[in-house]
């Protein structure tokens, strides 16, 4: 409550200073005649044009993007410059993980794959912690997009196989190679790998990329 009433406190001194700015503002324009006045005139509107333009490439230029992904079906988003940014940095994210490459049957840790997993699913969080909710109303955003990856796909995957992992690891100091239930988690991993390529291919729309096959050199 003390927080709300001091926002509201601090909202009323702005409204008040921008508004006795603005009368001093008006006050001195209507003092200035002659080049003095076209100037000034000028430099205010090139200043008001600028601004405007700005709120409309972050905000109004908007393009509707229809997209396919596993569990939520046919998606229709409205994006701008700003979720187009942020829909290429989970791509790029998503895209230079094991999310999207294959792990060969004999290749790699198996501990390695699923700590990239974890990695992902911190970054992700991190990108959406530090970008601003999406504006546009009533569709689909690139942040709920993305949630729906973390919640739906990385967080029941890595709650099901980072216990099953560690318990083998703290009861034998064998290579996860001698782990028995390795055959499965591999097999879940590419199944799981097949649904994040699909939301890799989302965000690389999303993000305006145009040969996302080229980037990802394979298809869903």
């Not at 409204?15 to 324009?29: I, N």
């Amino acid at each position: 409550m003390k927080a709300i009433t001091s926002a509201l406190a601090m909202r009323f001194m702005l409204s008040g200073v921008g508004g006795a700015l603005t009368g001093l503002l008006a006050y001195a324009l209507s003092n200035i005649h002659g080049y003095a006045l076209f100037v000034t005139v000028g430099l205010i509107g090139g200043i008001a044009i600028f601004f405007l333009s700005q709120f409309y490439s972050r905000n109004v230029s908007l393009t509707e993007v229809v997209v396919t992904v596993p569990q939520l079906s046919q998606m229709t988003f409205m994006v701008n410059n700003t979720s187009r940014q942020a829909a290429w940095e989970i791509f790029v994210e998503v895209a230079t993980r094991v999310s999207t490459q294959p792990l060969g049957r004999e290749d790699g840790f198996l501990r390695e794959s699923l700590n990239s997993l974890y990695q992902l699913f911190g970054q992700t969080r991190t990108l959406l912690k530090n970008m601003q909710p999406g504006k546009v109303s009533h569709e689909n955003t690139v942040e709920y997009l993305a949630l729906t990856m973390l919640n739906r796909e990385l967080r029941p995957f890595l709650s099901k196989w980072h216990p099953r992992l560690s318990r083998f690891e703290q009861e034998t100091a064998a290579d996860d190679a001698a782990w028995l239930d390795g055959a499965e988690f591999r097999e879940e991993l590419e199944q799981l790998r097949g649904r994040l390529l699909e939301f890799a291919f989302a965000f690389a729309r999303l993000a305006g990329a145009p040969n996302p096959q080229v980037l990802l050199a394979t298809a869903p």
